[in-house]
């Protein structure tokens, strides 16, 4: 193997997020592989890190004829002044195949905006219909919206507001409905309902994510939290909104992990594999009333980025759907989704570092444990997560593992999302690489703790 090449914050001029770890200097991609400048190729099982690049890396011919023709015509257009046919293309066809009853689409240029337009769509439906005492919006307090002070209020993740606390205005939040809190949904809808108790007539929203992603890799509530959160919409009438950033345009085996609920809901939003990594563009989408309740109230909603709806980035995103379509990767996504997370399973199974392995389609999440009693939450200190990622990086994978959060609703966890088109051999890697590592840290933790115990 070739010396590796990466970029530490000595040796670069970009702001890095963490100045304390060193980069891998990417040079180019192909499918689910990436190439640094040495020539070693890392096997990228979360499609750019970031669950974006659905389509994998590299070169894909229709789409990048779609950005030299629509650069030919038009590149940018504000939309305060003007529509183009790009934008009323790519929402006819995200209506098209969004849940039934949505009916119009607004586009921005990425999940965070899409949550905080989301956000100010709730209010306004609202304030239109009279009911201006209503602005606060309930969401899993185990989550992730956005990265913008208005959508930190939106996580109850205390290390992810900490030290923005006295800009963000805090929203309610319930336990998750996890193995280790509250695996049948009921806990969770006690605090719902002692929340609707004491300010239900100022709830605007529930928030919340189908399947989630990074806060907790590859979990959906059980069946019976979301009938029950159906019945508590029709009773307080507060709007159901889906956060699909990462689910939406097939992560999870349909176009819309919304597709998959027993109920639908009145918001959603969608943004990373919209562009696919090849263009910033992420959408809101909106059913009839909500839509209506603005159209037969001021008749006007003020979202305000400069990029909404750019001729470029609808380009983009209608060529990502046409390709999509034609090739039908969100099928082979459902269809291969539950070997994937069956061959995950077997290889870990023994691990008494692992407690759960799940998800959906290819958006699967790994969950750790005390190896001693198999059921409590790791020592912080123990630092597993990152152990995961460095070691996974050692053997050429790259994946995203988050830490224990301070409320200790979720301890270490894995995140896996390979693009749509992986091999069936990229995967069966990806699968071995993974248990390798994990069983390496194990050991190491295992040894660690007995030698703790002394």
């Known amino acids: 193997m070739a010396d590796r090449s990466f970029v530490t914050s000595d040796d670069t001029s970009v702001f890095v997020r963490e100045l304390d770890r060193s980069y891998p200097l990417i040079a180019r991609g192909e499918g689910v592989w990436l190439y640094d400048e040495a020539g070693n190729a890392y096997l990228d099982a979360v499609s750019g890190g970031a669950m974006v690049t659905s389509l994998g890396h590299g070169a894909v011919p229709s789409i990048l004829d779609a950005v030299v023709e629509q650069t030919k015509a038009i590149s940018f257009l504000y939309n305060v002044h003007a529509t183009s046919p790009a934008q009323e293309k790519l929402a006819r066809e995200l209506i098209d195949i969004a849940p039934q009853g949505f009916t119009h689409a607004h586009f921005v240029s990425g999940g965070t905006e899409a949550n905080e337009l989301a956000l100010r769509m709730a209010r306004s439906y609202h304030v239109e219909r009279g009911q201006a005492n209503r602005h606060l919006v309930v969401s899993p307090a185990q989550a992730y919206h956005g990265a913008s002070i208005a959508t930190f209020g939106l996580t109850g993740r205390p290390g992810l507001q900490a030290p923005y606390e006295p800009y963000i205005q805090q929203q309610p939040h319930i336990p998750p409905s996890t ?76 176009w819309f992990a919304a597709d998959q609920m027993p109920l639908t809901p009145d918001i959603i939003t969608t943004a990373k594999g919209l562009g696919a990594g090849f263009f910033p563009v992420g959408a809101m989408l909106v059913s009839r009333h909500v839509y209506e309740a603005v159209a037969s109230g001021s008749r006007s909603f003020e979202p305000g980025h400069t990029w909404d709806g750019a001729p470029l980035s609808c380009a983009v995103g209608s060529a990502v759907l046409a390709h999509l379509k034609r090739t039908g990767l969100i099928d082979s996504v459902r269809e291969r989704g539950p070997r994937l997370l069956e061959n995950l399973r077997a290889a870990l199974d023994g691990c008494e570092l692992v407690r759960e392995v799940r998800g959906r389609g290819f958006l699967l999440g790994v969950s750790y444990v005390d190896p001693v009693d198999g059921a409590s939450l790791l020592d912080p200190a123990l630092a597993v997560a990152r152990r995961i990622d460095n070691e996974a990086l050692r053997r050429l994978l790259l994946v995203y ?20 088109v ?28 007995v030698g703790a115990a002394r």
């Open 179 to 254: 193995w280790l809190f509250d695996p049948s949904g009921e806990a969770a809808l006690r605090a719902l309902d002692d929340i609707l108790a004491q300010v239900g007539d100022q709830v605007a929203a529930f928030l919340i994510e189908p399947v989630s992603a990074a806060s907790l890799p590859g979990y959906s509530p059980p069946e019976a939290f979301w009938r029950g959160l159906e019945e508590r919409r029709r009773e307080h009438g507060f709007l159901i909104w889906f956060d699909e950033v990462v689910t939406g345009l097939g992560r999870t085996g349909t």
């Open 401 to 420: 593992s988050t830490q224990p959060t301070n409320d200790g609703f979720a301890g270490d966890q894995t995140l896996l999302a390979p693009a749509f």
């Open 422 to 449: 992986a091999t069936d051999s990229d995967l069966d890697a990806l699968v071995d690489r993974f248990a390798a590592t994990v069983k390496t840290v194990e050991s190491q933790v295992k040894a660690q703790m």
